[in-house]
């Protein structure tokens, strides 16, 4: 059974940066691409950035590009989501998202695409 646990959110002030972890267990990832999502309150969970595993392969948002990189340790099955200049309205719950379909990344920005999520961390930008 595929696991994603996500770790590293917290209170920042504008203009830091935060390092958000996604241990993910269950099965062999190399064929899946992987996803960071967020949702801020009242709003539709959007779509951040997301890695094709076994290639390396990325995808941003427009809204965080030339801030934000995703990344992965193969050795630690852990996806990494590097987040610089930090902005209040990155404020949200950000979410870990595993898709097996073993599609590329700039296809895969909806959340229906994805087959499974961790719990979520909590992000929080202060001005």
């Known amino acids: 059974q595929v696991q994603l646990v996500e770790s590293g959110g917290g209170l920042v002030q504008a203009g830091g940066s935060l390092r958000l972890s996604c241990a993910a267990s269950g099965r062999t990832f190399s064929s899946y691409v992987m996803g960071w999502f967020r949702q801020a309150p009242g709003k539709e969970r959007e779509f951040v950035a997301a890695v094709r595993w076994s290639a390396g392969t990325t995808y941003y948002a427009d809204s965080v590009k030339e801030r934000f990189t995703i990344s992965r340790d193969n050795a630690k099955n852990t996806v990494y989501l590097q987040m610089n200049s930090l902005k209040p309205e990155d404020t949200a719950v950000y979410y870990c998202?595993?898709?097996?379909?073993?599609?590329?990344?700039?296809?895969?920005?909806?959340?229906?695409?994805?087959?499974?999520w961790g719990q979520g961390t909590q992000v929080t930008v202060s001005s």
């Open positions: 998202a595993a898709d097996r379909g073993m599609g590329w990344p700039r296809d895969r920005r909806t959340p229906a695409e994805y087959d499974y």
